[in-house]
Nanobody
Framework: QVQLVESGGGLVQAGGSLRLSCAAS????????MAWYRQAPGKQRELVAS???????SYTDSVKGRFTISRDNVKNTVYLQMNSLKPEDTAVYYC??????????????WGKGTLVTVSS
């Protein structure tokens, strides 16, 4: 059974920092690309950052220079370090993983999300 479990969300003041974690189980983590998405109230879900299995990273423009995605293939965990947080970063943050199952099909998995609230 595949699980992606996010943690680390919470309430923080503008300018503060949070680190989100996503622990994966049931997949060959090192073979998976991982990403963080977010969905603010009344808005569509958007891609925030991604990291490939070779650790190449990409970011949406609004978080470049403030957020850092990383992965630990020993702990089967992907992280999102968020610095200089702004009220507009308030959203539910979701972990996503994509990669092969045991017979080679490309699968796409989601966590249940963790809420980040940034107060002004």
């Amino acid at each position: 059974q595949v699980q992606l479990v996010e943690s680390g969300g919470g309430l923080v003041q503008a300018g503060g920092s949070l680190r989100l974690s996503c622990a994966a189980s049931g997949i060959i983590f090192s073979a998976y690309g991982m990403a963080w998405y977010r969905q603010a109230p009344g808005k569509q879900r958007e891609l925030v950052a991604s990291i490939t299995r070779s650790s190449s990273t990409s970011y949406t423009d609004s978080v470049k220079g403030r957020f850092t995605i990383s992965r630990d293939n020993v702990k089967n965990t992907v992280y999102l370090q968020m610095n200089s947080l702004k009220p507009e970063d308030t959203a539910v943050y979701y972990c996503n993983g994509w990669g092969p199952d045991i017979i080679g099909r490309i699968m796409d998995y989601w966590g249940k999300g963790t809420l980040v609230t940034v107060s002004s």
